[in-house]
């Protein structure tokens, strides 16, 4: 009964990768915080590259794509090497894939839901409601800011 096992053999990841997967993800966050904090304390830490940091102030939003984009390749490094995807077959990388890309679209799903009230929405507003076009006469005069053409009567 020496039957060989080596099919269903599980990949074991070396000590070296592993290691040096956390020193990556290590290096990683402190670049996160270095990018998110930079605008912000840049001027007081390094007073000579002040006028670079003030122009970067502006950009203020790009900070959450850095931070975005670092976390994503943060969360691939994770799965490829530590939950072992790189070494997996096909088919359990298709699922990796396809359950990142649902989970995307239930989270955009969810934050569109979430999002809704805050969306003015011509119809929704407390007046009685008819099949046909609406102007401001039809909506007993009331304007809404985002019917700028729209004027009270």
Avoid at 43 to 62: H, M, Q, R, V
């Amino acid at each position: 009964m020496a039957e060989s096992h080596t099919e269903h053999a599980h990949h074991v990841t070396s000590d070296k990768v592993l290691n040096s997967t956390f020193l990556q993800l290590t290096g990683l966050m402190i670049l996160t915080i270095v990018a998110a904090r930079a605008p912000i304390d840049g001027p007081k830490l390094l007073p000579g590259f002040a006028g670079i940091f003030e122009g970067w102030s502006t950009l203020w939003f790009l900070t959450n794509a850095v931070a975005l984009g670092i976390a994503i390749i943060k969360a691939v490094q994770v799965i490829r090497y530590f939950m072992g995807a790189q070494y997996a077959s096909g088919l359990i990388r298709l699922y990796v894939v396809g359950g990142f890309i649902g989970f995307s679209l239930l989270y955009i799903l969810f934050f569109d839901y979430v999002a809704r009230p805050w969306e003015p929405v011509r119809g929704w507003e407390n007046v009685p409601s008819t099949a046909f076009p609406r102007d401001a006469r039809q909506d007993g005069g009331v304007p809404y800011p985002q019917f700028p053409s729209a004027k009270s009567e």
